[in-house]
């Protein structure tokens, strides 16, 4: 009933800049938490930042300064802004949000197909 569709990605230079957005539909009650998560070839799967309900903010001190997460409720969109991207930036980055269905008491986390980026140096 629920579909995470993240775009976006592309490839940009070292000092470049991307904004991935990730957009939610179906029978939506609420959106809770939402974060954005990267991995990439060979390495473990690491949260980048997420945002709560009430707009309260995390990054991972890798992207801390350099990236910017928001949610757009009234739309059901959530975007990470990146800057200053680096090499080490490269990575497919997945967006997860915990959503409540209409007419359904506990919610489920979903994720979205995910979207490549690639920072050249």
């Known amino acids: 009933q629920v579909q995470l569709v993240e775009s976006g990605g592309g490839l940009v230079q070292a000092g470049g800049s991307l904004r991935l957005s990730c957009a939610a539909s179906g029978s939506i009650f609420s959106i809770a938490t939402v974060g954005w998560f990267r991995q990439a070839p060979g390495k473990q799967r690491e949260l980048v930042a997420s945002i709560t309900s009430g707009d309260i903010t995390n990054y991972a001190d890798s992207v801390k300064g350099r990236f910017t997460i928001s949610r757009n409720n009234a739309k059901n969109t959530v975007s990470l802004q990146m800057s200053s991207l680096k090499p080490d930036d490269t990575a497919v980055y997945y967006c997860?949000?915990?959503?409540?269905?209409?007419?359904?008491?506990?919610?489920?986390?979903?994720w979205g197909q995910g979207t490549q980026v690639t920072v050249s140096s």
């Open positions: 997860n949000a915990h959503i409540n269905l209409i007419g359904i008491r506990n919610g489920n986390d979903y």
